[in-house]
Nanobody, 115 residues
Framework: QVQLVESGGGLVQAGGSLNLSCAAS????????KGWYRQAPGNQRELVAR???????TYAGSVKGRFTISRDDAKNTVYLQMNSLKPEDTAVYYC?????????WGQGTQVTVSS
């Protein structure tokens, strides 16, 4: 019954910004570490950003200083603010709840950055 729904993706010019949202139902996000992942054609799915139960954040080196992960526990939602976007950021972005066994995944939202 757990469902993660991403929104906020779209087409943006290089240097622009997008804010992705991941709204959860069927679980309480504050109980878990959350992450944003992305996958471009021909590439592996990679971790972009992570936020722990305590609020500690981790970022991929390629996005550090440009992306910010945050949460709103009252709304049961996690966000990814993406600034200074580059064409190489183009990918499908997935929200994940990270668990000891298997992750819970959203369906993904497309982010396309034009040069």
């Amino acid at each position: 019954q757990v469902q993660l729904v991403e929104s906020g993706g779209g087409l943006v010019q290089a240097g622009g910004s997008l804010n992705l949202s991941c709204a959860a139902s069927g679980t309480i996000l504050s109980y878990y570490t959350k992450g944003w992942y992305r996958q471009a054609p021909g590439n592996q799915r990679e971790l972009v950003a992570r936020i722990t139960l305590s609020g500690t954040t981790t970022y991929a080196g390629s996005v550090k200083g440009r992306f910010t992960i945050s949460r709103d526990d009252a709304k049961n939602t996690v966000y990814l603010q993406m600034n200074s976007l580059k064409p190489e950021d183009t990918a499908v972005y997935y929200c994940a709840v990270e668990r000891p066994t298997t992750n819970w995944w959203g369906q993904g939202t497309q982010v396309t950055v034009s040069s």
